[in-house]
């Protein structure tokens, strides 16, 4: 069935193993997920943004993500990732969503600390569970342009004060990671230090890492080759996603790399087959690309194979 990330979350924390949250936008890219999941008998977040929702209709990726619970057998927790005020969080808890965040990151701290209790208060009451983001990411989101300037990594006093006073389920946090696929200009770097004090203050509380792609560069590179133009894509190392789920990262957040490995192997297969156009020729491998790199992705990096 649908189910809520609690245990999921506490097995990880236990296991200094990660769960993947990928976020979904249409069948096969729910199909590969999902497939990966099952093959390796890994627990399971699918989420779900607002412009998924506006791009496929709720009623379409709530089916589609019931399908695949029933097709599959498996415990999947449907989430809605960064959800922008109350009235988004309410309308995907009263549809059966088992989790949602509420990003009040752009506000002020007390602001913030109102708008996630709110949440709260709602979802729990209707068994739901709920994520909350302290600190900013550099990058974009959605509409809104977080420039590097702006980014504030998040503060671990606060964060401490954040959760006690909030009753927040779990806590995305901001330690150098961005969305999109150009994380790093030179070196890769996190603040791990900055990871760590917030683990310690808040040790039952488990962490989101959004921004989490590692932008596989055979899937730049592939793009690129194909006609694509995406040059100086860089994402956060493979071992930096295992030290911080050794750290009290429970959550790594991956949508940037399913939309690589998808647009890789549909570019791939056109320019190598120009006459073709049934859609189906281009989206089976593009749905097998999503399923061996979140499989390589469950193995190698979160460690959560076989952990159901
Ligand atoms: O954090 C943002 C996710 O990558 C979702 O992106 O809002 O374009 O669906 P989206
Ligand atoms: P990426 O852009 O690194 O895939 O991050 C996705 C994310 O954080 C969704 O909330
Ligand atoms: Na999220
Ligand atoms: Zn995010």
Request: aromatic share 6%.
């Amino acid at each position: 069935p649908l189910v809520t990330s609690t245990e999921m979350f506490k097995k990880a924390a236990a296991g200094g193993y990660a769960i993947g949250a990928f976020n979904v936008n249409n069948m096969e890219i729910i199909q590969g997920i999902v497939e990966a999941a099952k093959e390796e008998k890994s627990p399971l977040i699918l989420q779900v943004s607002a412009g998924a929702r506006k791009y496929a209709s709720p009623i379409y990726l709530r089916k589609l993500v019931e399908a695949a619970v029933e097709d599959s057998g498996l415990d999947i927790v449907l989430h809605l990732d960064h959800g922008e005020d109350f009235e988004i969080c309410k309308m995907c808890i009263d549809d059966g969503f088992t989790s949602v965040m509420i990003d009040g990151s752009k506000y002020p701290f007390e602001e913030n600390i109102a708008l996630t209790k709110q949440v709260v208060e709602y979802a729990h009451a209707r068994g739901v569970v709920v994520e909350a983001e302290l600190g900013k990411l550099a990058g974009i989101e959605d509409d809104v342009k977080v420039s590097e300037k702006d980014a504030t990594f998040t503060d671990p006093d606060q964060a401490a004060e954040f959760v006690e006073r909030t009753g927040v389920d779990s806590l995305a946090i901001a330690i150098g990671t961005s969305h999109g696929a150009y994380k790093f200009k030179g070196e890769p770097r996190l603040d791990f230090a900055r990871l760590e004090k917030i683990a310690n203050l808040i040790p039952n509380t488990p962490l989101v890492l959004h921004g989490a792609s590692t932008v596989l560069p055979e899937f730049v590179e592939l793009c690129n080759k194909y006609g694509g133009d995406i040059p100086g894509a860089q994402g956060v190392p493979e071992s930096m996603i295992r030290q911080a789920a050794t750290l009290g990262v429970c959550k790594v957040n991956i949508d940037t790399d399913l939309r690589l490995a998808m647009t890789a192997a549909i570019r791939k297969l056109l320019v190598e087959n120009p006459k073709e156009f049934d859609p189906r020729k281009y989206l089976a491998p593009a749905r097998t690309a999503i399923k061996d790199m979140v499989q390589h992705k469950i193995r190698n990096v979160l460690g959560s194979s076989n952990r159901l």
